[in-house]
């Protein structure tokens, strides 16, 4: 199985900074990676798919970059309907599998 | 904007048989490359895939829930289901339905979750 690991787990921001999440694959992925928000209580919505092609609706300061094993997801400007949780998926081999997950709070 | 919603009881005894129906109102699951997973979340933790099922009933699983995990897509009544058999209290989890999305134009564009269900919580306990 192809692990994912998400650094940080936690991070702690103000409203306005630049945010990067890191996902690291244990094996090559080419760009089979995509990035989802959740908020207590909801299911996850995705954000990006295709290591950087932003899911239709999602605002242009989500961005995601990277390739093979190492990808990163950044918030341009961290505004307050942002802080929530976020997981990197891979989609390149069965089983698919999640990171650990990044919960962003509020400085 | 495609709508999912799971149902089904939120409370199962250990060692029985956990069933879960995926809905999709008023929609239409029978496009023959459409493919739907299920996804769950224990309590305060992380996300886990348990399998995939696409239309033409070909399917995959988690190795981990193999054994126990079957699905099955029924076109006629748009609905997409799951069952669990002999569940302990580590099934306890939101269990989450989604549509697997498909981009052509980009490479790894496929296999992502574009549209999940609100989730519902099922709970193993006697």
């Known amino acids: 199985d192809i692990q994912l690991t998400q650094s940080p787990s936690f991070l702690s921001a103000s409203v306005g900074d630049r945010v990067t999440i890191t996902c690291r694959a244990s094996q090559v992925i080419s760009n089979y990676l995509s990035w989802y928000q959740q908020k207590p209580g909801k299911a996850p919505k995705l954000l990006i798919y295709a290591a950087s092609t932003l899911q239709s609706g999602v605002p242009s300061r989500f961005s995601g970059s990277g390739s093979e094993t190492e990808f990163t997801l950044t918030i341009s400007s961290l505004q307050p309907e942002d802080f929530a949780t976020y997981y990197c998926?891979?989609?390149?081999?069965?089983?698919?599998?999640f990171g650990g997950g990044t919960k962003v709070e509020i400085k | 904007h495609l709508q999912l919603q799971e149902s089904g009881p939120g409370l199962v005894k250990p060692s029985e048989t956990l069933s879960l129906t995926c809905t999709v109102p008023g929609g239409s699951i029978s496009s023959s490359s459409d493919s739907w997973g299920w996804i769950r979340q224990p309590p305060g933790k992380g996300l886990e895939w348990i399998g995939t099922?696409?239309?033409?009933?070909?399917?995959f699983f988690n190795p981990s829930l193999q054994s126990r995990v079957t699905l099955s897509v029924d076109t006629s009544q748009n609905q997409i289901s799951l069952r669990l058999k002999s569940v302990t209290a580590a099934d306890t989890a939101v269990y989450y339905c989604a549509r697997h999305g498909l981009d052509t134009t980009v490479l790894g564009g496929e296999n992502y979750f574009d549209y999940w269900g609100q989730g519902t919580l099922v709970t193993v306990s006697s």
């Open positions: 099922i696409y239309n033409s009933g070909t399917t």
């Open positions: 998926q891979q989609l390149n081999n069965y089983p698919l599998t």
